[in-house]
T-cell receptor, first 114, second 113 residues
Framework: KAGVTQTPRYLIKTRGQQVTLSCSPISGHRSVSWYQQTPGQGLQFLFEYFSETQRNKGNFPGRFSGRQFSNSRSEMNVSTLELGDSALYLC?????????????FGPGTRLLVL | KQEVTQIPAALSVPEGENLVLNCSFTDSAIYNLQWFRQDPGKGLTSLLLIQSSQREQTSGRLNASLDKSSGRSTLYIAASQPGDSATYLCAVSGETSGSRLTFGEGTQLTVNP
């Protein structure tokens, strides 16, 4: 099976702009989660979607939003970008592994805000 | 609120050493605990998954233990190799948090040839 894919891999934006990141989960996986990784805050949970519905949400401002399509692909959007939004954004889909469930992570989208 | 702490933050060892990475969490109501590996600039790779009812899991040279009551987990790496150099992350999911993971800050491991 193909792994989790994320596009684009790298992105440079300026403050005030908006950005949309895309994630395609592993075939058959219906849950997609998004995380932000920064040197100062580490990995922080943004939100999780399951069957096109947001099931869980982290502690991020409303500028961060997401959605999931009927084919389980997901997008996240960040509006009015700030310098502090520069980060690696990781997407993960949930599937069975060794008797339990685990998250399969994509390679990430590295966003730089200037 | 669940908090996960990993000690040490960084570790440098010569090749062949056995080593232990530590993880602690504040809320024992976890669904499972996972250890991930992250190479520079890359995504995460799952190494071991321990369900809350289990005490340990093994995969090759890796062994992870879980003491849920004390809120601790250890990752043991036997006979370390330069290819083991990476950041190791511990993450827990709560009993009611679905797929949401709470991560520690990670331990950056360097294995010197």
């Amino acid at each position: 099976k193909a792994g989790v894919t994320q596009t684009p891999r790298y992105l440079i934006k300026t403050r005030g702009q908006q950005v949309t990141l895309s994630c395609s989960p592993i075939s058959g996986h219906r849950s997609v989660s998004w995380y932000q990784q920064t040197p100062g805050q580490g990995l922080q949970f943004l939100f999780e979607y399951f069957s096109e519905t947001q099931r869980n949400k982290g502690n991020f401002p409303g500028r961060f939003s997401g959605r999931q399509f009927s084919n389980s692909r997901s997008e996240m959007n960040v509006s009015t970008l700030e310098l502090g939004d520069s980060a690696l954004y990781l997407c993960a889909s949930t599937g069975r592994w060794r008797g339990g469930e685990t998250q399969y992570f994509g390679p990430g989208t590295r966003l730089l805000v200037l | 609120k669940q908090e996960v702490t990993q000690i040490p933050a960084a570790l440098s060892v010569p090749e062949g050493e056995n080593l232990v990475l530590n993880c602690s969490f504040t809320d024992s109501a976890i669904y499972n605990l996972q250890w991930f590996r992250q190479d520079p600039g890359k995504g995460l790779t799952s190494l071991l998954l321990i369900q809350s009812s289990q005490r340990e899991q093994t995969s090759g040279r890796l062994n992870a233990s879980l003491d849920k009551s004390s809120g601790r987990s250890t990752l043991y790496i036997a006979a370390s190799q330069p290819g083991d150099s990476a950041t190791y992350l511990c993450a827990v999911s709560g009993e009611t948090s679905g797929s949401r993971l709470t991560f520690g800050e990670g331990t950056q491991l360097t294995v010197n040839p």
